[in-house]
T-cell receptor, first 113, second 114 residues
Framework: GDSVTQTEGQVALSEEDFLTIHCNYS??????LFWYVQYPGEGPQFLFR?????EKGSSRGFEATYNKETTSFHLQKASVQESDSAVYYCALGETGGADRLTFGKGTQLIIQP | DPKIIQKPKYLVAVTGSEKILICEQY?????MYWYRQSAKKPLEFMFSYSYQKLMDNQTASSRFQPQSSKKNHLDLQITALKPDDSATYFC?????????????FGPGTRLLVL
């Protein structure tokens, strides 16, 4: 079945550091890839998506590029802020209507001032 | 104004009882979903509905029954509750299209089964 692997369970950085959270997937065909962010006590919030090879998704300074060759969709941000502290989830969804999302285990991002 | 409403926010239940989790969405979407998040597992898909019809069910237990009384409602009935059912349950919605739809999530209902 489909799966998403996020290798970092937790990432701790200082403000203005460069961020990378790794996401690799396993799926047949061309799934859509997503990043969601979850703050304490809230539901996951859609950050952005990409649907085809080499497409870049971006929002709020975060970005990721769909790479079919390496089956990856790594999240990056050039300069993190304390307000970016949250849990980040990579997810994939098959094409078609009303299809499930398969989520990675999530990466806790801690930004120290 | 919140676009996806889940009620209640918190719920405490005793083992063996039955509860209904409410979800209403005001995004005009025609697909709705339930996911579960617990300490043991990441966000886990449970059900999907499209135009009020069940599309996918990944919940092995029949104790979990979605109920779609209106186009923008998808409630979740849980019977014979067990402590292992303790989790946060998220409702989501999307607009079915030609490709994978973007799903938007509600704030969740935190269920604790004693």
């Amino acid at each position: 079945g489909d799966s998403v692997t996020q290798t970092e369970g937790q990432v701790a950085l200082s403000e203005e550091d460069f961020l990378t959270i790794h996401c690799n997937y396993s799926a047949s065909g061309y799934p859509a890839l997503f990043w969601y962010v979850q703050y304490p006590g809230e539901g996951p919030q859609f950050l952005f998506r990409a649907s085809r090879d080499k497409e870049k998704g971006s929002s709020r300074g975060f970005e990721a590029t769909y790479n079919k060759e390496t089956t990856s969709f790594h999240l990056q941000k050039a300069s993190v802020q304390e307000s970016d502290s949250a849990v980040y989830y990579c997810a994939l969804g098959e094409t078609g209507g009303a299809d499930r999302l398969t989520f990675g285990k999530g990466t806790q991002l801690i930004i120290q001032p | 104004d919140p676009k996806i409403i889940q009620k209640p926010k918190y719920l405490v239940a005793v083992t063996g009882s039955e509860k209904i989790l409410i979800c209403e969405q005001y995004l005009g979407h025609n697909a709705m979903y339930w996911y579960r998040q617990s300490a043991k597992k990441p966000l886990e898909f449970m059900f999907s509905y499209s135009y009020q019809k069940l599309m996918d069910n990944q919940t092995a237990s029949s104790r979990f029954q979605p109920q779609s009384s209106k186009k923008n409602h998808l409630d979740l009935q849980i019977t014979a509750l067990k402590p292992d059912d303790s989790a946060t349950y998220f409702c989501a919605s999307s607009q079915p299209g030609l490709g994978q739809d973007t799903q938007y999530f509600g704030p969740g209902t935190r269920l604790l089964v004693l």
